[in-house]
């Protein structure tokens, strides 16, 4: 099963970027969605997330900025991320769990496909 990602790059404090992930057709009504960032030398946490009907849980430190969406038509996963800071810059992943969302959304052991990672720089 392959995500792939794209989106990425440099922005300015306070700017947005738009993060996009396909999915297999498969997946997109079916399984828990959600979106990672790994800063360098932590393990990755994440920031949000959502099921297979549409209701999604985010992260504090990201609520009210970052927002995951998803589309059916084209199979794709999304975060916009608006009001970005330095502390926003990571590596960030899409996931797909083949289950319902668990209430540890977080935990990356719940994941079992994982897209490749796109940079996220903000300065």
């Known amino acids: 099963v392959q995500l792939v990602e794209s989106g990425g790059g440099s922005v300015q404090p306070g700017g947005s970027l738009r993060l996009s992930c396909v999915v297999p057709?498969?997946?997109?009504?079916?399984?828990?969605m959600g979106w990672f960032r790994k800063f360098p030398g932590r393990e990755r946490e994440g920031i949000t997330v959502i099921d297979s009907n549409g209701r999604t849980s985010t992260a504090d430190s990201v609520k009210g900025r970052f927002t995951i969406s998803k589309h059916s038509g084209n199979h794709s996963l999304y975060l916009q991320m608006n009001g970005l800071n330095p502390g926003d810059t990571a590596e960030y992943y899409c996931?797909?769990?083949?289950?319902?969302?668990?209430?540890?959304?977080?935990?990356?052991?719940?994941?079992?496909?994982w897209g490749q990672g796109t940079q996220v720089t903000v300065s």
């Open positions: 996931a797909v769990a083949a289950r319902l969302c668990p209430t540890t959304w977080t935990d990356p052991r719940f994941y079992n496909y």
């Open positions: 057709k498969d997946t997109i009504g079916t399984f828990c």
